[in-house]
């Protein structure tokens, strides 16, 4: 039973990484055959892998045929756009309050450096999980920032925007450039002391996310066939 629940965790983990490495695409159909074989497991901890992502709304399950990325209903974006909006623009107002009145701040540092390995890089030629790795710590330390561990165990529950690499991947979704603006537009309010700005900055940076999966939902990417 222990072997069975360690395989499980691995294949589920294995599958986790090859989408925050955007290495499963859109449209295209996966089988847990080959999963099971990249990782010389048998199928059963591979499939119970991909009930679980399938009932986190990662994958979709297509009975005798395989999985597939889940593209994600216009609810299931609302609640993200909720989530990060509430979450996010509450922690950078308070990051903003913080830094005025202290001066200086070791998250809003960290935050800096992140932006900053973004404007010195080519982002529309770095790699996925690398670009990821920079959106995704930037938003992590934002939250971080609250040192309230009930906002921070609500960010490690995967339900915000940074939480879906896997959004990165719809078809003419933002821009890596425009994520670098908002990034900075969020860092300057922040470092100029004001909230109100800092709150809408992020909200703003949500409402991105929100409006071009609107544009797109149209779009026949996840319809069967």
Known sequence: ?????????????????????????YG???????????????????????????EENRIDILPSRGFRLHYPTEEEIQELFNFSSAIEGYCAARLAEKYKSQGSNSYVEKMKALTEEMRSSDLETMPFKDFYFLDNEFHRILVAS?????????????????????????ENFISRADIFKAHQRILDAINSG??????MALVDHADMVFRCYSNQKSNTINSPG
């Not at 004001?194 to 709150?199: I, K, L, V, Y």
Request: overall charge negative; hydrophobic content about 40%; aromatic content about 8%.
């Open 28 to 54: 295209e159909i996966y089988f847990i055959n080959d999963i099971a074989a990249e990782l010389n497991i048998s199928r059963t901890p591979v499939r119970d892998a991909i009930q679980r992502l399938s």
């Open 194 to 199: 004001e909230p109100g700005e800092a709150f």
């Open 1 to 25: 039973m222990i072997s069975i629940r360690l395989l499980k965790d691995e294949a589920y983990e294995y599958i986790i990484n090859l989408i925050n490495e955007g290495k499963i695409k």
């Open 146 to 170: 609250s040192e309230d561990s009930n906002f921070i165990n609500l960010n490690e529950s995967k339900r915000g925007f940074p939480n879906r690499p896997e959004l990165h991947l719809i």
